[in-house]
């Protein structure tokens, strides 16, 4: 039996049961802040996919989308006047579709609008088949300082059979050019794909490895709801047994390659993990504008999430509006709520956070959970240690079981 972890308010008897629906969130200070950009349109839409993507009919919007950008973010100013921004993400969708021009004007915007930190971190995503070496050079020229490239694997079947609309060869042309315009780089891998071997993953990692990149990204293919591969799986996927074979391997070859573990999918070098998704990890704040996007953002006596319109169009026009029919939805996080979210971001980070961080980031006490927290050490899931809350290996082998104990 692991030892349980019993924290009691001062002047107080035993910790209690959850009061998480009944204590009211009263923030000391406000988390660090990130922004996201989410840029919609792809050349092909895989079957995979489940983001907010749209295939690309015609030429690229980029004058109104630019336009409608910064009307949501003009709009989005007096939530989080005065505040520090400290990474940029331009996600999708495929933003190198975007033109260099239309990325350095993006970037001017930001830094006219926000506070923007010196040594922000700023990333954009990339496919290759939609770049070439003089825009990396461009889009570096005008700020960006980090590339996250879908590579997704080197093998020409799999890459037709994950509908992608590049092959191994400008897979591996786009990650030179990266290396030459970024200082930082990382590489997206997926396992577990149709027809794949143990030792054909085990190929592609290698390969990844090679190139020596400071950070990987390795996800298990997952078949997601309302996807192409949802309604018709591919016939030729690995089988559980073997997927979690790939997944203990891949996980020593890129640990025994020099890239530390810190979250679920994500693999570093020393000091090189992504800052902006470990703000997310850490239930830090961030501001989403574009359509589909997401946002949490944190006030002294309450914590809101909010999400943009879908469809890039409807979300174009609500924006230049000057309305704020763009927002689909806002919502204050109930007190009750914030535990699960806290742990369903928090336990993906393989050392956990301080326990001090609950506290901070939720305004709720740490006694509110407790009972939870005692129960999940029980069982082995949590480590004991009062001062951190963190996953154990058998936690982080059953993580959905995990988070699921805060769940209200």
């Known amino acids: 039996m692991q030892k349980v972890i019993r924290i009691a ?101 930001f830094r006219a609008y926000l506070n923007l930190w010196p040594d922000a971190e700023i ?71 149709p027809g794949q071997t143990l030792e054909s993953c085990r190929h592609d990692l290698e390969i990844a490895m090679a190139y020596g990149t400071e950070h990987l990204s390795l996800y298990n293919l997952t078949l997601e709801p309302n996807t192409v591969f949802a309604k018709y799986p591919p016939d030729d996927l690995p089988d559980d047994d073997t997927a979690a074979a790939m997944q203990e391997r891949v996980a020593e070859l890129a640990e025994e390659g020099g890239w530390r573990r810190y979250e679920v999918s994500a693999y570093a070098r020393e000091g090189a993990q992504s800052r902006h998704n470990t703000n997310y990890w850490e239930f830090g704040d961030y501001l989403g504008i574009g359509p589909g996007a997401h946002g949490k953002l ?52 393989k050392q956990g956070v301080a326990t001090a961080i609950f506290e901070d980031r939720t305004g709720l006490s740490l006694t509110s959970i407790l009972p939870t927290v005692n129960r999940a050490v029980e069982k082995g899931l949590l480590d004991p240690n009062p001062s951190r809350i963190q996953a154990t290996p058998l936690g982080w082998r059953f993580l959905n079981d995990l988070q699921s104990m805060f769940l209200v």
């Open 298 to 349: 944190s006030f002294p006596d309450r914590i809101i999430r909010q999400s943009r319109l879908r469809q890039p169009g409807s979300w174009m026009s609500k924006a230049l509006s000057g309305s704020a029919e763009h927002i689909a939805d806002e919502h204050e996080v109930q007190a009750q709520d914030l535990p699960f979210e806290f742990m369903l971001n928090a336990l993906r980070l």
């Open 123 to 193: 990333t954009i995503e990339a496919n290759p088949g939609t770049v070439e070496a003089q825009k990396f050079q461009s889009f570096a020229a005008s700020g960006i300082n980090r590339v996250s490239l879908g590579i997704q694997s080197f093998d020409d079947n799999a890459l037709r059979t994950l509908g992608r609309i590049h092959d191994g060869d400008q897979a591996r042309r786009a990650i030179d050019a990266a290396q030459k315009a970024f200082p930082r780089v990382n590489l997206d891998l997926m396992f577990a794909l």
């Open 9 to 109: 308010p001062a002047g107080s008897g035993q910790g209690s049961s959850s009061k998480a629906s009944s204590e009211g969130i009263r923030l000391s200070s406000l988390p660090p802040l990130s922004l996201y950009v989410h840029v919609p349109w792809c050349v092909r839409k895989c079957p995979y996919c489940d983001f907010n993507s749209h295939e690309l009919q015609g030429e690229l919007p980029e004058k109104e989308f630019l336009a409608a950008l910064r009307a949501d973010l003009e709009q989005a100013l007096p939530l989080i006047w005065g505040r520090q921004i400290y990474t940029v993400f331009i996600g999708g969708g495929t933003p190198s579709l975007l033109s260099a021009s239309a990325v350095d004007e993006m970037l001017a915007m």
